[in-house]
């Protein structure tokens, strides 16, 4: 009786723990299941997230942010409804891997798109709203301000109006002529008369620095803004690219001797107006420009000039020149020489070729 009490003690204790081993498993399976619903939970939204189908309707602006990475994007996407999450479009960034592709500024896109779809309009040029204003090279500032109105949809009186302390520009500027430097410019909407004219100053600034223009300056005996009216004088007489060393060593030349330098180019900028005719009365005009009259440089730039014309103008030809002719403007063809009388038939020529002779 004892023996088979024992005995039935041990299998009823067996028993009872058998029975906490299945609640202990059953509890050990129900926190798996538990656990696993918790991280497919987290997990889902970046396996599987919310996404739009097909290319959406109606049309909205997003704007995106210099600096902005994907995932950025993407949120102000989901913000504006135009996909469905973030996460979305980042996948979609990722596995096209785009993302590097993507450009700041303004965007026309639908509501509602699938996140690749949204991808395709980013990457699409078409899709970004902006005005594109090219300057040309030789441009003077006001010839620049209208251009920009026209192309930026800006009014021409704010561009006028601009106060130039808020440009950037140099401590030795005088203005803003010859410091707007030619090249293609994007306007994204909202941007302002300041915004624009500041980035061409900018810009101007670039390449002043690539091309090393205060110590070119200095290696020539002038000041930066001597060297940049210099620019501006080889870029508003013309001729080639080959021509513009030829023209910078011409007035040094006559700088040099002290001679005027006597070019058209800044009469005509006195008068503010353009002509290949300029007749001795022109050459007449009372202003500071007129190098007919006053010796030395004009008292700053009278154009824009480009890369071309400033490096022409910190690296002048080697030569005796003391004159040049653009004898034949509808072909660019310019001449040089150190003799008067040349000079003097290589103006009738130009005469000839303007019927004025």
Do not use: C
Request: without cysteine.
């Amino acid at each position: 009786m004892a023996e088979k009490a024992a005995g039935g003690g041990r299998s009823s204790r067996r028993g009872r723990a058998l029975g906490k081993a299945g609640l202990v498993s059953a509890a050990l399976v129900a926190a798996l299941v538990a656990a696993g619903a918790g991280v497919l939970t987290v997990v889902r939204p970046y396996l599987s997230p919310e996404d739009f189908e097909g290319m959406g309707s109606g049309t909205v602006t997003v704007r995106i942010p210099p600096g902005a990475n994907a995932e950025e994007i993407g949120t102000a996407l989901a913000d504006a409804g135009v996909v469905a999450s973030s996460r979305s479009f980042v996948n979609a960034a990722q596995e096209r891997a785009v993302a590097n592709r993507l450009r700041p500024g303004h965007y026309r896109l639908r509501k509602g798109m699938a996140a690749g779809a949204a991808l395709d309009l980013l990457l699409a040029p078409a899709s970004r709203l902006v005005r594109r204003v090219a300057v040309p090279e030789g441009l003077r500032a006001g010839e620049v301000l209208q251009r920009v109105a026209q192309l930026a949809a800006l009014p021409l009186k704010e561009l006028q109006s601009v106060d130039k302390s808020l440009l950037g520009l140099p401590s030795y500027a005088p203005g803003i002529e010859g410091f707007l430097f030619p090249a293609t410019y994007d306007v994204e909407p909202g941007d302002k008369a300041v915004d624009v004219l500041a980035a061409m100053v900018e810009r101007w600034g670039v390449a002043a620095r690539q091309i090393h223009l205060a110590e070119g300056a200095r290696r020539l005996g002038l000041t930066p803004l001597e060297a940049l009216t210099v620019a501006s004088l080889v870029q508003a007489e013309g001729g080639t690219d080959a021509d513009y060393p030829k023209i910078a060593r011409v007035i040094y030349n006559r700088l040099k001797s002290n001679t005027p330098l006597e070019l058209d180019t800044t009469v005509l900028y006195a008068q503010n107006r353009r002509s290949l005719k300029v007749t001795e009365s022109d050459t007449k005009v009372n202003s500071p420009y007129n190098t007919y009259h006053r010796r030395g440089l004009p008292p700053g730039p009278i154009a824009n000039p480009g890369e071309k014309a400033l490096l022409a103008a910190l690296n002048p030809a080697a030569g005796d020149w003391h004159w040049f002719v653009t004898t034949d403007p509808a072909h660019r063809i310019t001449k040089f020489t150190n003799k008067e009388s040349e000079f003097v038939r290589y103006r009738e020529e130009l005469n000839k070729n303007l019927g004025t002779d």
